[in-house]
């Protein structure tokens, strides 16, 4: 068997992080999960979604989080922050350079329409890696009889009664817990 592939440098993974990071307008998992897991190789999808998992638990942007997550398995906290930096610098000087243009040309009407179209495209993409994410729920010991009704609950509490996202982590994410525990148990 050969070893999983991995990043052969720091500066490897700095250059891939600052990469997808350009690539992601509006949200960038699904250019992460592409890259990582389809393009590189770094991750299985089953070990991206374990990863993705935990990024969305802890305080902070869920990218950042990732970046993090990352970096650390493969180069401890030395990969952990330049993952970090490598999605954020770059990133942080084209944003700062496009608000000095933005603010010259703000009130052009084909800007905001600019705006628009990339604010669609980036919802399409988030939707698209979601759908490939969901494929994963085959292998999952609860039924999708089970996992299904739950997500439409949590988005259902997110979007029309405006549950706070803790609460519903806690409340939909703690039976989903305790019932695949239970699924899991001998």
Known sequence: MTAPARPRSLTELFIAFTVLALQGFGGVLPVVQREIV?????MTQEEF??????????????VCNLSLVI???F????????????????PSLVVLG???????????????????????????MIAATGIK???????HPLPLTITLPLAVLGVFGLVVLRVPMLAALVVLGGIGCVLTWRKLKP
């Open 133 to 139: 994410m969901a494929a994963t729920l085959k292998r």
């Open 75 to 90: 180069f401890g906290l030395a990969g952990a922050l330049t993952a970090l930096l490598g999605l954020l610098l770059v």
């Open 71 to 73: 970096g650390n398995r």
């Open 98 to 124: 496009a608000a000095s243009v933005y603010a010259h040309y703000a009130d052009h009407p084909r800007v905001a329409g600019a705006l628009r179209g990339m604010a669609a495209v980036a919802a399409g």
């Open 38 to 42: 389809e393009r590189r190789g770094w």
């Open 49 to 62: 979604i374990e990863e993705w998992a935990v990024a969305q638990t802890l305080p902070g942007p869920n």
